[in-house]
């Protein structure tokens, strides 16, 4: 899953950020709505958690933007106020919800993560394909019920090949949702993390690679 987080509190951006690396997500961090703008306009986002009160660009302009631009992105909005009134506001943008601060980081986490299943066709809670199963939430995959401890990069490539239910998935692809906009696009970090999946998945292998167009399970 990809995110952007839009916050003009630095500390609580990066901390924010973060957080959403430890749970496997590849995440772009902004501190204004212009930056915000640029971002969206140039990369496919999942989820963008989003600052109400922002600089340069509201908060408000850069969710009207999202739903202008008809794209699949989910927002959750951000905002210190927790006023009623202004948790309607904010939804009535177009925002799909609405989290007032200070909040809890395992709330968030919930949320972010119920927006990304939103954002693509709907699948299962717990992903199950080819003997294995992997759960999004507990961040755990067993192979034919035997846990297989996997690195955060390692368990976002297989979440992405496990959602695309045997679909095949390019390198570009995989670069995308898996890591951040500060990754090499030609850095071979997709191929290395293949490798290692696979032999962490043991025999016999469910990555398959396509010659020339990326990987399936």
């Not at 980081?105 to 992997?134: H, K």
Request: proline residues 6%.
């Amino acid at each position: 899953m990809r995110v952007l987080v839009v916050e003009d509190e630095q500390l609580l951006a990066d901390a924010v950020a973060t957080g959403l690396r430890r749970e496997a997500m590849a995440v772009d961090v902004v501190y204004d709505g212009a930056a915000a703008l640029d971002r969206i306009e140039l990369n496919d986002y999942d989820v963008v958690v989003l600052d109400r009160d922002l600089p340069l660009v509201h908060g408000d302009d850069v969710c009207r933007r999202v739903i202008e631009l008809g794209i699949p992105t989910r927002v959750l909005m951000l905002t210190a106020a927790g006023d009623i009134s202004e948790r309607v506001a904010g939804l009535e943008l177009g925002a799909d919800d609405y989290l007032p601060k200070p909040f809890a980081f395992s709330e968030l986490i919930a949320r972010v993560r119920a927006l990304g299943r939103r954002a693509t066709q709907a699948l299962p809670p717990v992903l199950e394909r080819a003997g294995i199963r992997l759960d999004p939430n507990r961040r755990e995959v067993f192979r034919d019920d035997k846990q297989v401890q996997l690195a955060p990069k390692e368990f976002a490539v297989l979440e992405v090949l496990m959602r695309s239910e045997g679909a095949v998935v390019s390198a570009e692809q995989l670069l995308e949702k898996a890591w951040d906009e500060h990754t090499d696009p030609f850095t071979n970090v997709v191929r290395v993390t293949v490798m290692t999946l696979r032999r962490k998945l043991g025999e016999p292998p469910v990555i398959i690679t396509v010659p020339g167009s990326g990987y399936r399970i």
